[in-house]
């Protein structure tokens, strides 16, 4: 195991990383991908804390696989209920704490920031592992990784964003890192009350003049896609569940609508799925989401070798 010198780093939005670092960190993830027993034992004696406020399947679990399958341990908890939040604990004294127990952490917290405040006390590299409505950038290094393992590029691309674009952080998130791409359009499939939020469409795609446009139906638009990201009506978020039963309905993706698809298009989706993408899709090859889950545990290895500093 080699240790490289690093400075104490944190990862809150994509954008910390360059897309020169990103690109390191994708090659990393495909070279954990193809020789996983070269980095067996790499994180040995190295502790990765989940501190997990909000639930979670796939982003605590695959935290948990990466560190598992670097050689390393893992501790933490997956409710704001069962640590000591619950009596009242501020996140600030949290991570003081969990410093002196584990090497690195992953946080998610239902409010936005909470990752942040908590990297502002912290001694060991913090891990925004989604907050709020905000950022979910892990998300997005596996939606990147799945993206150039399977497509070879992450430019020149036509990208259908469809569901809750006002919620959904994995949307926010993603479009922000793609938009440092060439040529990347994005088609912004949603009903009208949940369209992207404002201050994404300034501070991203107006900021960097990237082309989009704001469409409602995703049969008009779908044919042109050379990716289309299915994403969950976020319930959690909905004032009221009027609304959210209104709207969580919207768009589901079924094969008639895939036939209208171009053949090498892929169907990208974060997880979970409610019934926005039926389960007659799963046996299309361009259905390519549960790859996609997987492929989440080798870029979140590569993440955590890096930001610990490690190499085999
Ligand atoms: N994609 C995602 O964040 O899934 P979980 O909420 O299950 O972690």
Do not use: W
């Amino acid at each position: 195991m080699q240790m490289m010198q690093t400075k104490l780093r944190h990862l809150m939005s994509p954008m910390d990383f360059s897309t020169d670092e990103l690109a390191k960190l994708l090659e990393l993830a495909a070279d954990i991908e193809a020789n996983q027993e070269k980095y067996a034992h790499v994180c040995q004696g190295k502790k990765l804390a989940t501190c997990f406020y909000e639930p979670s399947t796939r982003t605590r679990l695959s935290f948990e696989a990466a560190m598992l399958n670097l050689g390393g341990s893992v501790l933490g908890f997956s409710s704001a209920d069962s640590s000591s939040a619950a009596k009242g604990e501020s996140v600030s004294d949290t991570i003081r704490v969990i410093s002196c127990y584990a090497d690195i952490c992953a946080m998610r917290h239902p409010k936005e920031g909470a990752p942040l405040v908590a990297s502002e006390h912290s001694r060991i590299p913090v891990i925004n592992a989604g907050d709020g409505g905000h950022q979910h950038p892990t998300q997005t290094l596996t939606d990147l990784y799945t993206i150039y393992s399977l497509l070879g590029r992450l430019d020149n691309l036509t990208i259908g964003l469809c569901g809750d674009l006002k919620f959904g952080r994995t949307v926010h998130s993603l479009m922000g890192a793609m938009v440092r791409y060439p040529n990347i359009r994005f088609v912004l499939i949603s009903p009208e009350e949940l369209r992207i939020p404002s201050y994404v469409r300034d501070n991203i795609l107006v900021k960097n003049q990237a082309p989009y446009e704001e469409v409602e139906r995703l049969e008009d638009v779908i044919h042109q896609l050379d990716i289309l990201y299915m994403t969950r009506v976020q319930r959690e978020r909905f004032f009221n569940e009027e609304d959210y039963v209104r709207m969580k309905d919207f768009y589901i993706l079924n094969k008639e609508k895939m036939e209208l698809a171009r053949k090498d298009m892929i169907v990208l989706h974060p997880l979970p799925r409610v019934n926005e993408i039926s389960v007659e899709v799963d046996d299309d090859p361009r259905a390519v989401y549960f790859l996609q889950a997987q492929k989440g545990v080798y870029i979140r290895e590569a993440l955590i070798l890096t930001l610990l500093g490690l190499r085999p």
